[in-house]
């Protein structure tokens, strides 16, 4: 393994994320809108101001033992698909908020890790698969 690859997998270690290609685990609904939340906060509060929220902020927010790591990754994965075709959620959203079945559905969604200097093609999940939850939740 070359010096870069170790550096990354170092990093993907010390932050608890998985290898590339493995499954994220699934997790609670509840906790991935706690994480939307803090995150939609922090953007309103600091409108294209670059920033960071520790991890102690995050573990509060969510149950006892749920997979931080997990949760914040499905919750980017969502906020890539609102802001990238923010028209795919328009349904779902209601004065700026999200339906609950969004983040049910985001929590559930099959999807992996992506790596560190891995190049890759689109997102690490299907997300048409992700819409249709969505939209069978709320059926």
Do not use: N
């Amino acid at each position: 393994m070359d010096q870069d690859m170790e550096e990354h997998e170092r990093i993907r270690k010390l932050f608890g994320f998985g290898g590339a290609g493995e499954p994220v685990p699934t997790v609670d609904p509840e906790d991935v809108k706690a994480v939307w939340e803090l995150f939609s906060d922090f953007e309103r509060e600091h409108p294209g101001r670059p920033g960071a929220v520790g991890i102690e902020i995050f573990k509060r927010a969510c149950s006892p033992g749920a997979d931080i790591q997990a949760i914040i990754y499905r919750t980017q994965m969502m906020w890539v698909v609102q802001h990238a075709s923010p028209e795919a959620l328009a349904p779902w959203t209601k004065d700026e908020r999200l339906d609950d079945a969004v983040f049910r559905a985001i929590a559930e969604t099959p999807m992996e890790w992506m790596g560190v200097g891995v190049p890759r093609q689109g997102l690490p999940f299907d997300a048409d698969d992700f819409i249709r939850r969505v939209r069978e939740a709320t059926c």
